[in-house]
């Protein structure tokens, strides 16, 4: 079975320029997630959808990121304009169903974001 | 939003040495997850643990969960190399609420 596919795996900006992140899900999956993990921390979850539809987006900092969903199956997290503070591993997983204790979230590789 | 406290944060070791990392919080927890993260990988789930002094073994590596279920421990017997990586404790809710984990490096 394919796991999450991420893409691109590194990526270099200077701050200021914009960038998008693409994910694709195991298939089946109808939830998924974006994380922020920063150096030295634990990931951080920015958005969850489920299907198409937004879930919670608390933490995703509106003013320059968004991400979307559109059929339900891959998704893209684009940052504009990128902040130094920006510079992370962004991390895309998926789930069968949302929530519950035996919904296992699968993650892929993760994007590295360098922002200089 | 649940605060997870891991300790130690790093930790160095050699082949063969026992070790055990923590995860604590001053809330109660409905559940816990272990996870695995090797460098360029996302984390990988080793186990959920549910009940109130539960333990659970998977080969050298042992997980309690505390029995007023405010704290957790992975303990890792005889560790390999294959060992190093992040290890991540979560919250389970509808999205995982992750502390920021412990980094194990085990030499040869």
């Known amino acids: 079975e394919a796991g999450v596919a991420q893409s691109p795996r590194y990526k270099i900006i200077e701050k200021r320029q914009s960038v998008a992140f693409w994910c694709n899900p195991i298939s089946g999956h109808a939830t998924l997630y974006w994380y922020q993990q920063i150096l030295g921390q634990g990931p951080k979850l920015l958005i969850q959808?489920?299907?198409?539809?937004?879930?919670?987006d608390s933490q995703l900092p509106k003013d320059r990121f968004s991400a979307e969903r559109l059929k339900g199956v891959d998704s893209t997290l684009k940052i504009q304009p990128a902040k130094l503070e920006d510079s992370a591993v962004y991390l895309c997983a998926s789930s069968y169903g949302a929530g519950g204790l035996y919904n296992e979230q699968f993650f892929g590789p993760g994007t590295r974001l360098t922002v200089l | 939003t649940q605060l997870l406290e891991q300790s130690p944060q790093f930790l160095s070791i050699q082949e063969g040495e026992n070790l055990t990392v923590y995860c604590n919080s001053s809330s109660v927890f409905s559940s816990l997850q272990w996870y695995r993260q090797e460098p360029g990988e996302g984390p990988v789930l080793l186990v959920t643990v549910v009940t109130g002094g539960e333990v659970k073994k998977l080969k050298r590596l042992t997980f309690q969960f505390g029995d007023a279920r405010k704290d957790s421990s992975l303990h890792i017997t005889a560790a390999q190399t294959g060992d190093t990586g992040l290890y991540l404790c979560?919250?389970?809710?509808?999205?995982?609420?992750f502390g920021k984990g412990t980094s194990l490096l085990v030499t040869p």
């Open positions: 979560a919250k389970r809710g509808y999205a995982l609420n």
């Open positions: 959808f489920q299907n198409n539809g937004v879930v919670d």
